[in-house]
Every structure is written in C-alpha cells, then in structure tokens.
C-alpha cells in the first residue's frame, strides 16, 4: 500500500529520532513520545481534516470498512523503506485520529532487554500458561516476541500466533511460524484460538486474553499439553491471577481456580521506568513462578499471599516489582522519585531507600 508523502515524512522522524509512539491529534503537530516524554515536531498545527486524511490512509479498504463500524481499528502497516508500525486508529469529535507505534526491525537479546534468565526457562517448557503482564507501553509485545524467537531458534514444533496487530515478523529457523493477525486472518481472538487448537500447534502465542471466551480456551488449551504465552492488561502478578478468575461467572470460579493452579507456569509482570539520565526507559520487571506453595495459595484463593511467594523465592527466579526498582535505583539507574512512585508500597519503599542512604 502506497501511502501518501506527508505520512511517509512523519514516520521517517519516528524513525530518526527512536520515538516509540507517533499521535496524529486535531489542533497540533504530529507529536512524538522520546524517551517517555511528549515532543512536538516543529511544523504548523495539523488540522481535523488534515488528521483524517492521513489517519485513513493508513488503512486499507477491509480496514476502512472495520473502522466505519467498529468507530475504531487497529492494524500494522508495513512500508518497504521505514519497516513496520502499529497504527491504532480512533474517533475524536467525530474525526479520525491515530496512535503509531513503530516496530522495532530487529529482536534485542534477553541482555539488552533485562528479562531475567528465567525467561528462557519457561519457554523451554512443554505446556502450561505463562502470562505477560503489564499496562499499555511496557514492552509485553517485546517479551512475546523474544520468547517466541527463542522457540523458533531452539526446537522444532509449530507456533501460532493471534496478534492484535502482527508487530514483528519472524523469519523461518527450527520451527513453523503462522501469525495470524486480528481482522486480517481472523475475526476475534476467541473464534481464532477455537480453531488454532484444531491446526495441530505445540506453541500458541495470544496477543491478549481479554475475555471470557479467550481466557476459558487459553486455559484449555493449557490444560492439554499446548505451551500458550499471552499477554493481559494487569499491573501485577497478584492483580493478573484475581483479573483471571473474576472474569468468569461466580458458580464457575472454583473450577476456573482449580484449572488456573493446575497450568499456570509462570507469570511476567513489566513496567518501563524513565532512566536518571532521561535518554531511555529500563525495564522494571515482577516474576510469579508456579511453585507448589504458588499453586497451593491460588487453589485456596488466597491470592494477596503470592506476594509472600515472590518475596522468598528468589532461589527459583522470583521477585516483586519492588524488588526490581530497588535494583535499579542502587545500581544508579533510576532516580529515587522513579523507584518510590512506581512502588506497590511506596512507603515501605521509602523507608528501604532511606536506610540503605544512611
């Protein structure tokens, strides 16, 4: 798809100056998110109609339709010069208006990225569920990716994806790889991942588990020897397993925490901190595993005491988010502001901080 100049200029400043997002926004700039940071490019203020030009432009006729009736879409874009984006389209006051996010070319290494080790070990396993968490931004997708490449790179089976869109397009090496991308191949996350299970997978990789239908099949097929990697929209390991189970009718639940104990392998809670030098953003990072004492506090649904699990589990790769930013912030990486005001307990958290000072 041939797409219009003036768009091919703001996505070749994306590029240049590494923003992760683009927004095409009535009444100002194209704006560009650096580091963390909202920066406005310097040209004149796009206007209602200049924004819904280059918004639609973005979509191809399939995509236009799906937006006419959905009010909103999202897809990937691929240009042969400037590589992938991921464009999320919207209304605003009844116009178009668009997020882009560029996609990155090239897979990071576990190193560059600052996943733990333990990464790695849960995508060697053969089946069960391994959850990547976090809010919007903090690199789920990134993590989806790596652990899917490890698999392409290490074992031969099949991986299917479900994407909402396809970000990152991985190259043929010891495994099959089919991506699916959501309103391009297939219509829903749920009716696709009925139909995955009947398509002969060893690996199945959810772009996000988002309901009831999604979840309740991301979990059978957990149950019965799939290895499923998704992601969900929860600040915290804890957060994720009660999100989880609350998604289902209360009659249901006990089942739904009995099947969750059972397949659970691990779960992968992220959060992207502005570093002290303002240049990058580092990657905060929670780890649940499913130990017995894990399985057992979820199957008694006593969820709050995963904390307590994460906290003495350090021998078997586990640590709380706060943990993490106490890392970061001894190692100099990020500032005491950062490390406090994105602690579960900032409190406690000052008080840690302020003994190792004194």
């Known amino acids: 798809m041939a797409l219009p100049q003036p768009m091919r200029r703001i996505l070749d400043l994306a590029r240049r100056s590494n923003a992760s997002d683009v927004h095409l926004v009535a009444g100002v700039p194209p704006t560009f998110r650096v580091s963390g940071e909202i920066i406005l490019a310097d040209t004149a203020p796009l206007s209602a109609e200049q924004v819904g030009q280059l918004a639609l432009s ?21 240009d042969e010069e400037f590589g992938r984006f991921r464009v999320s389209v919207y209304l605003h ?47 789920k997708t990134t993590t989806m990716n790596f652990m899917v490449d490890l698999i392409n790179s290490e074992r031969r089976c099949k991986v299917i994806t479900i994407e909402d869109p396809v970000e990152y397009v991985h190259a043929r090496k010891k495994a099959i790889v089919v991506q699916q991308e959501l309103y391009t191949d297939v219509k829903s996350f749920s009716q696709a991942l009925v139909h995955v299970l009947r398509q002969d997978p ?64 691990g779960i992968i809670a992220q959060r992207l901190i502005p570093a002290a030098d303002k240049k990058r953003r580092l990657l905060a990072c929670e780890v649940l595993m499913a130990t017995p004492a894990a399985r057992h506090h979820i199957r008694k649904q006593q969820f709050h005491q995963l904390v307590s699990v994460m906290q003495t589990g350090q021998a078997e790769g586990m640590q709380t988010m706060d943990d993490s930013l106490r890392d970061l912030y001894e190692a100099g990486e990020i500032t005491y502001d950062a490390a406090v005001g994105n602690a579960s307990n900032p409190q406690h958290m000052r008080e840690e901080l302020s003994g190792d000072q004194s």
């Not at 973005?58 to 874009?77: A, R, Y």
């Not at 990697?229 to 249901?252: D, G, K, L, M």
Request: one cysteine or more; charged letters at 20%; proline letters at 6%.
């Open 58 to 78: 973005l979509l191809n006729d399939v995509q236009k339709e799906e937006f006419e009736h959905s009010w909103q879409i999202c897809c990937s874009v691929f």
């Open 93 to 139: 006051c009844g116009r178009p208006e668009a997020a882009i996010r560029p996609v990155l070319n090239q897979l990071y290494t576990r190193e560059e990225l600052r996943l733990p080790e333990i990464v790695e070990d849960l995508t060697r396993l053969p089946s069960g569920l391994v959850l990547i968490t976090g809010p919007t931004g903090s690199g």
């Open 202 to 265: 060893d690996v199945i990789g959810v772009g996000e588990m988002r309901d009831y239908e999604t979840t309740a099949t991301g979990l059978v097929a957990a149950e019965t020897g799939h290895l499923v990697i998704a992601t969900c929209h929860t600040p915290n390991a804890v957060q994720t397993v009660e999100r989880i189970v609350s998604v289902f009718p209360y009659q249901q639940q006990p089942q739904v925490v009995t099947q969750l104990s059972n397949c659970l392998q």
